[in-house]
Each structure stands twice: as structure tokens, then as C-alpha cells.
């Protein structure tokens, strides 16, 4: 049993920046990211997912380097989902099918989701939390809701935006069966109406919904952490030069389970989260190998980034 889970897809990625520099294929998919991110700050956590039997050429040898157990790691097709996914001059994933696309078919991530009959099989007394990337369909959160009861966590939801994440009101019903949530800037404007850059409208928005804690992320400028009572910024944080953006929202957002959901401060949870975004960009995929030397020097940077973080309600 492990305390801490991250649940979900995993997908690999072949990325294309503006300028056309296309990289070779890498690890991804928000449950994997998000895994990096709590696994930089904690050793007891596991992955559930259902994957393809080509994951052991990468993902299966990245898990045994960080002795992140397997055991709820279910093979169901033969590749991996793989995407192509293209940014555009402002960082964003274009939507064109051409550009943007599976190699696999769309059914492959679909078939290869991670449900609640999933994460049961991993639950036992002792979990303290889970991430998982997911939209608001009704049923797959009943079924979260009686898992919770019965054992007992907490939920971090990263939300699906292209899936019913889009309806409001099916995101109102679910957020209470929650204990933290995360999105975007672009996802948040969509979502309630208001326009990007309005920071002070949005978080005071974020304040009124039924949910303990929002984790709001403006991209390259930081991330709020939103409670009912106040808010704060930190922001985001360069460990050394950036390469490339993908999977920095999950990985952050593992983090800001783990952190959460350990007991850290909203404002020490805020840099946690940061910093595992600051390290997941440094490379193609989720960092290679968290060793104690890079450990050390993420416990040092949260303790000098602590320091910046700003209450702004």
C-alpha cells in the first residue's frame, strides 16, 4: 500500500515548438507527470493506470530507478497512447488535426483510462490522497464519493477541461466531492467568463466555490493558491533553463496533492508545487532522476522561494 497515488492516463509525446524543432518521443500523460511531481518531495507513492506493453522501453525503467511500485500499473494494448502535440508563439496546444494528434486513435486513451474500479484495487486504510486528471462525468464521480467515505482520503482534481470539464454546472455538482482542485488560466476564463489578466475578479470567483482549495496556474508567471479566507502567489521558478513546457500543470499539481494533503502551509505547498513545474521543464518528459543531491537542492530553493511568497487577499 502506498499513502500517496497518482491515477490516471499515462501518454507519450513527440513535441513541436513554433519554430518547427520537433523532439523525439518521451514519456508523458498527466498521471505520469503528476507522479514526477510528488516524487520529487516523497518516496511512498504509486502509479494506477492502464497502459500498453511498450511502456517498459521508458516509463517501467523510470519507476524501478525511483522504486515506485508497479503493482497497479495494468497492461491493456500494445503501445502507449502518443500523442503529437504543437504550441503555438503563445505556449498554447493548437488545435488543428493535422498538427495536433494521436498516433494511436483517440479510442486508445479512452479505453486506457483510469477508473474508480481502478483505484479501488489500490485503496487500503493509510492513503492519505490521490491526484487524478478527470472531467465531471456524474457516475465516475458517485463512484469517487463511496471510495472516499470508505477509505477515507482526499482528492486532488486536476480537471479535464476538454471533457465535460467545459459545463459549469456539472463542475459545481463535483467540486464539493473534492478536497483541492486545479486548472488554468485559459481553462478558468473559459469556464467562468472572466476575462484573462483579471486576477483580483478570478480569485475572488475561486474564493466562493464549494472546495477548501483551488490551485489557479497562470503559466509562466506562477500560481495562486486560493482558499475561502485568503490567497497567494508564487512565482514560477527557474531552476535552469527551460526546454520545454509539457506536463508542468500535472506535476505541479501532484505536488500540490502531496503537499496538501501531508499537512505543509498553503504558502510552503504553493513552492512545492512550483518547483516540481520548475524541474519538469528542464527536459522533454518528467525529470530523469530525482537523486539526494537534487532533492537537497529543491529543499533549499523552497526554503529561499518561501520567502517570496506573497499574500494577496
Avoid at 216 to 241: H, N
Avoid at 273 to 288: H, K, R
Wanted: proline share 5%; aromatic share 12%.
Amino acid at each position: 500500500m502506498s499513502t500517496y497515488l497518482s491515477c490516471g492516463n499515462i501518454m507519450s509525446d513527440i513535441i513541436v515548438q513554433p519554430n518547427g524543432e520537433k523532439s523525439t518521443r518521451h514519456m508523458g500523460g498527466p498521471a505520469f507527470f503528476a507522479l514526477s511531481g510528488i516524487r520529487l518531495w516523497e518516496d511512498d507513492c504509486a502509479l494506477v493506470t492502464h497502459t500498453g506493453a511498450d511502456w517498459s522501453e521508458d516509463y517501467e525503467k523510470w519507476m524501478d530507478a525511483h522504486g515506485v511500485p508497479k503493482d497497479h500499473v495494468r497492461v491493456d494494448a500494445e503501445h502507449v497512447t502518443c500523442y503529437q502535440i504543437t504550441y503555438d508563439e503563445n505556449g498554447r496546444s493548437v488545435r488543428d488535426p493535422e498538427k495536433s494528434f494521436s498516433f494511436y486513435g483517440d479510442e486508445a486513451m479512452g479505453y486506457l483510462k483510469a477508473h474508480p474500479s481502478d483505484i479501488k484495487k489500490a485503496l487500503a486504510p493509510g492513503v492519505k490522497g490521490i491526484y487524478m486528471a478527470q472531467g465531471a462525468d456524474r457516475v465516475i464521480w458517485r463512484q469517487l464519493a463511496a471510495l472516499k467515505e470508505e477509505y477515507h482520503f482526499k482528492i486532488m482534481w486536476e480537471l479535464e477541461h476538454f471533457n465535460t470539464g467545459k459545463d459549469l454546472n456539472r463542475v459545481l455538482e463535483a467540486l464539493p466531492l473534492a478536497d483541492a482542485w486545479s486548472l488554468n488560466h485559459t481553462e478558468a476564463s473559459e469556464l467562468f467568463g472572466i476575462p484573462l489578466g483579471d486576477d483580483e475578479k478570478m480569485l475572488r470567483n475561486l474564493q466562493q466555490l464549494p472546495i477548501p482549495f483551488t490551485f489557479y496556474r497562470v503559466g509562466k508567471r506562477g500560481a495562486f493558491l486560493v482558499t475561502k479566507d485568503a490567497a497567494w502567489f508564487c512565482e514560477s521558478i527557474d531552476v535552469a533553463p527551460y526546454v520545454d513546457q509539457t506536463g508542468c500543470g500535472n506535476s505541479s499539481t501532484g505536488a500540490m496533492m502531496y503537499a496538501l494533503f501531508s499537512g505543509r502551509s498553503p504558502e510552503e505547498a504553493l513552492v512545492m508545487a512550483n518547483l516540481a513545474s520548475g524541474y519538469n521543464c528542464l527536459q522533454y518528459g518528467p525529470y530523469p532522476l530525482y537523486t539526494p543531491a537534487v532533492r537537497e537542492q529543491a529543499c533549499r530553493l523552497r526554503g529561499e522561494y518561501l520567502k517570496k511568497v506573497k499574500r494577496v487577499l
